[in-house]
């Protein structure tokens, strides 16, 4: 059974690309690029909503952690103003949000968490187009998360590309950290 959520994604290239480098250093086999996750999941697309555009800018404003027996998820905080309208689900608080990890290791998620936390990860960043998006369980996974990374990262980090899946959690949570930072300084030099 297909789950829909709303994501608008980061329209600044080099600030998606760095953050889905660190989204792809966590779990390479993550299906989606850099992007906030404004609402869902839904059961069915007639309750999805309905306006597509929403320019704006939003800022991340630090890090948070979902963390259960089944689930161990570390997003960056993303404050928007006007966006609770298409977030009007009761069961679920709003938060709007950027996963950068979301998977059963939880070592790797509260490392990862701890070396966020202590670092104020603000940045600036424009969205404009509500994207509903499917998943399920048999969602397959392409490798289209790999046309989305920043090449020149990983070259100058010298991990290769297809290595980075066979690091050890400390040396993905430093990379990841590395790419969050690097989106942070590209963000101040935009805006």
């Given at each position: ?12 290239a ?20 850099a992007?906030v996750t ?23 404003t ?54 966020l936390?202590?670092?104020?990860p ?13 998943t399920?369980?048999k ?13 020149d990262f990983?070259r ?6 297809n ?24 963000s101040?030099?935009?805006?």
């Amino acid at each position: 059974m297909s789950r829909y959520f709303a994501f608008l994604f980061v329209e600044d290239a080099a600030v998606s690309r760095l953050l889905t480098s660190a989204i792809y250093v966590l779990n390479p086999r993550a299906k989606w690029p850099a992007h906030v996750t404004v609402s869902g999941p839904y059961n069915s697309l007639r309750n999805v909503p309905r306006k597509l555009e929403y320019q704006r800018r939003v800022l991340v404003t630090g890090a948070g952690h979902f963390r259960s027996e089944q689930q161990n998820t570390v997003y960056l905080r993303v404050g928007t103003f006007d966006l609770r309208e298409i977030s009007n689900k009761s069961d679920y608080e709003y938060n709007p949000h950027i996963t950068l990890y979301d998977g059963l290791d939880h070592d790797l998620g509260d490392s990862l968490y701890s070396k966020l936390g202590s670092m104020f990860p603000f940045m600036k960043f424009d969205v404009s187009k509500l994207e509903i998006v499917a998943t399920g369980a048999k969602q397959a996974n392409f490798n289209l998360i790999l046309d989305h990374i920043d090449q020149d990262f990983f070259r100058k980090a010298g991990v290769g590309v297809n290595e980075a899946p066979l690091l050890n959690n400390d040396q993905k949570v430093a990379l990841a950290v590395r790419a969050v930072n690097e989106a942070i300084l590209v963000s101040k030099l935009t805006y």
